[in-house]
């Protein structure tokens, strides 16, 4: 069992909340610290903190969100971190497999594990060598509830697409092209039309998906024929998903 | 000759990968004859995706066209991704009818 001790500061990085909310967790006893003195420093233990965060899906799309959005780029805890494919790979093999157990999917589950494929390659792809801070994605996911998240601190999807399409004017632009243009030009990159793959695998099943870069954001959901991608007020380099199932 | 594509793995996702599956199994592909049919069996495959397709089918179609069969392609990811491919590919895999087992590749008109 990991015993390790974690500062209030470092366990607010790790959870993505401030110090105060801690403080504030710690005395309703929704997060409890240990104290060596009891007036002396919150510490936590880590397996605390690991259960808490595999307990409280809500807070792991935030913690992504945070990681996303954070101006400092940090490296994600490590048992979300997929550094490069091949982790990745070997993580979305798990999930495929343990997908494969839930019974409600059906036949259906590779469906869903084909998307989070070509969502995480995504990234790895259009940002090879080109990782403006920390490469590699967020990666997490939490089957009793249906959610998988994905995020990537990568250039984001109007900056990939300008080098097929210059005129690209912004994020809104950039995320509608993604999902619904087909690109066959194989010059100057490769483009694997993943994310139209994804739009027509969501709208013909039972599957959400909400889809954010830069300042834009879609979300999709079976039989949508209108996708529109909306502008959000917070802004940020790289991607954010979100799929429900 | 047959190529059993669960021989690459069953989870066969992203271009990387693709790539990589494409350049290992090219050497093999210079003992297909002229008039040689080349069969993918999918038999096996649990997720199949566009980026890894992309890069080894879309190879395998510029090199042998209409010659391309494809087996066993009933899984869910396949259908899906092989209906994507026709679309960026512009082309039309004909479906035989028989429990949507083989597609044969044709050129859209």
């Known amino acids: ?245 | 000759m047959t190529i059993f594509l669960k021989k690459f793995g069953t989870t066969l996702s992203g271009r990387q990968f693709g790539r990589e599956s494409f350049a290992a199994f090219k050497p093999s592909l210079r003992n297909v004859k002229n008039k040689d049919k080349v069969v993918v069996d999918f038999e096996g495959v649990v997720t199949f995706t566009p980026s890894w397709g992309d890069e080894f089918l879309g190879s395998l179609l510029d090199k042998f066209g209409k010659r391309l069969i494809l087996k066993n392609t009933d899984n869910l990811s396949v259908q899906a991704t092989l209906k994507i491919l026709e679309k960026v590919r512009k082309i039309n895999f004909s479906r035989n009818g028989r429990n949507e087992v083989i597609y044969v590749y044709s050129k859209k008109i």
């Not at chain 1, 919150?42 to 259960?51: A, C, I, P, Q, T």
């Not at chain 1, 965060?53 to 940090?74: E, I, M, P, Q, T």
């Not at chain 1, 990537?152 to 809104?172: A, F, S, V, Y």
Request: proline share 2%.
């Open chain 1, 1 to 245: 069992m990991n015993t390790r001790l974690l500062t209030i500061g470092q366990t607010s990085e790790i959870i993505g909340v401030s110090i105060q909310t801690l403080r504030r967790w710690d005395n309703s006893d929704k997060l409890s610290s240990i104290r060596k003195k009891e007036t002396g420093h919150r510490y936590y233990k880590e397996n605390d903190v690991e259960n808490y965060l595999k307990n409280n899906l809500k807070d792991l799309f935030r913690l992504a969100k945070n990681w996303v959005f954070n101006k400092k780029g940090l490296e994600p805890r490590s048992d979300f971190y997929c550094q490069d494919s091949s982790v990745f790979q070997a993580r979305l093999i798990k999930l495929e497999n343990e997908l494969s157990k839930l019974k409600r999917l059906g036949r259906t589950f590779p469906l869903i594990s084909a998307i989070v494929g070509e969502i995480g390659n995504n990234s790895f792809d259009h940002n090879l060598g080109n990782w403006p801070d920390i490469p590699g994605i967020f990666f997490s996911y939490d089957l009793k509830k249906g959610k998988i998240i994905l995020a990537d601190r990568g250039q984001g999807i109007l900056e990939t697409l300008k080098k097929i399409k210059p005129g690209l004017k912004n994020h809104q632009d950039a995320l509608y092209t993604a999902f619904t243009e087909i690109i066959s030009g194989r010059a100057p990159e490769h483009r694997g039309n993943g994310l139209k793959f994804v739009k027509d695998v969501v709208i013909s099943n039972e599957i959400s998906l909400i889809f954010q870069t830069g300042n834009a954001q879609l979300k999709i959901q079976k039989n949508d024929s209108d996708l529109r991608a909306r502008k959000t007020t917070a802004n940020f380099h790289g991607c954010l998903s979100l799929i429900r199932f």
